[in-house]
């Protein structure tokens, strides 16, 4: 890997802007689970869709999305903070539509099987050390390991894409692969975690510590092409969704493989980010964005925040980031359960998420689920809350 010294490390501007009180904590665990519990009859075998349409979300089977993966993670977390065995059964339930999907091989031709496969069948093992869980989840590591492009060194992004293409989300399908070489003792699978975050270190994070969302190298060759943002604004700005991807992923890969040069970038693309948050520390949706009139993503915030902790997790007592990074996720876990849950009558979590944004220069009108409730932002933000409820063995 190139030294992670290429990378700037910017020092955190006026880290006391970054203050929480935890006892937001428990208003805002009952208010979430209550809401996924008025909805949990309405999806058992239907699932809800990636975004909604004014603040509701709809319903879809598990067939073809990359997102259905988030609701049963919400409901095992939702299990983990109440202890109400209705959101275990409905979650275990859903079981065989993951595995069903898997025999068949439906909608799976792309790098997303890790936030298909994590929040399911490994968050099901995890909790209930249940074996058939555990053999889905080594099945669907499997179909990931499959994409790995020995001569680009990366998981693939998708079947029809140029060969060697790579984006910066899978640094969050990752741990899939981390888990099954720990889980089954195949360390092939782990080396191909570790070159694929190795070439997201060397290529899809700048200098300045921002990101690309996707590069190319040549299958062929091995040669390093072009970066370019399919999400954000422009191939110079810095999709906010994406930089979040890349906290989190690589604060994950530190956790599995403890190699120091991952915990050092991570702090890199941290400290990036949290100097362009705006006043109440929620990201707008592309890091370029930093006005507190400028559009949010609340659906790459609570990833900035789980991201966070981890690091914070990893990082000694004596390193000053540890105390900043676990006050800066409170803070953001905060402003979301304060200024950013939805009106009584939605069904989702959060609102003014993004999926797709409408407004991108050459894409106007172009995009999806803009200034709605995205399932992966509930996700985490739910994940945020446990993390600062409890001790927590991560899914990922
Ligand atoms: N593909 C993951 C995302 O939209 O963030």
Redesign the pocket.
């Known amino acids: 890997m190139k030294n992670s010294k290429r990378v700037a490390l910017e020092s955190v501007a006026t880290p006391e802007r970054f203050q929480f009180d935890e006892t937001f904590v428990s208003k805002a665990v009952k208010d979430a689970t209550d809401i996924v519990l008025a909805n949990l009859s309405e999806y058992v075998h239907m699932y809800p869709t990636a975004a909604s349409e004014n603040l509701q979300y709809g319903k879809q089977k598990n067939a073809e999305d990359?997102v259905e993966g988030f609701w049963t993670g919400i409901l095992w977390l939702s299990y983990e903070l109440t202890g109400n065995e209705l959101f275990r059964a409905v979650a275990e339930a859903q079981f065989d539509d993951f595995q069903d999907r898997l025999n068949r091989f439906g909608g799976l031709s792309h790098h997303?099987i890790g936030f298909l496969y994590v929040p399911s069948a490994v968050a099901q093992y995890k909790i209930t050390g249940a074996h058939k869980a555990r053999e889905l989840g080594v099945r669907a590591a499997e179909q990931l390991a499959k994409r790995f492009s020995e001569t680009a060194g990366i998981i693939q992004v998708r079947d029809t894409d140029r060969q060697g293409a790579f984006i910066v989300?899978c640094s969050m399908n990752l741990p899939l692969l981390f888990w099954a070489a720990q889980t089954t003792g195949d360390h092939s699978y782990y080396i191909k975690a570790l070159r694929h975050i190795t070439q997201v270190c060397n290529y899809i994070i700048r200098d300045d510590a921002s990101t690309f969302q996707s590069f190319q190298i040549d299958e062929v060759i091995g040669q390093p092409g072009k970066g370019g943002q399919g999400?954000g604004y422009d191939d110079k700005s810095c999709w906010a969704?994406g930089q979040s991807?890349v906290i989190y992923g690589l604060a994950l890969a530190y956790r599995y493989t403890r190699e120091p040069e991952f915990l050092e970038m991570g702090k890199r693309v941290a400290n990036y980010c949290l100097n362009r948050l705006p006043s109440d520390h929620v990201c707008c949706w592309d890091l370029i964005f930093t006005g507190d009139g400028d559009p949010r993503d609340s659906s790459a915030a609570p990833i900035i925040a789980c991201g966070l902790l981890e690091l914070a997790e990893h990082l000694s007592e004596q390193d000053e980031h540890k105390q900043l990074y676990y006050t800066a996720a409170g803070d953001i876990l905060m402003h979301l359960a304060n200024d950013y849950q939805t009106p009584v009558e939605s069904n989702g979590l959060l609102a003014h998420g993004v999926?797709v944004k409408k407004t991108r220069p050459g894409k106007e009108g172009i995009g999806c689920g803009d200034d709605e409730c995205c399932i992966?932002g509930d996700y985490f933000y739910m994940e945020g809350l446990v993390r600062l409820s409890k001790k927590w063995n991560p899914y990922w």
């Open positions: 990359w997303d989300d999400q969704r991807w999926y992966w």
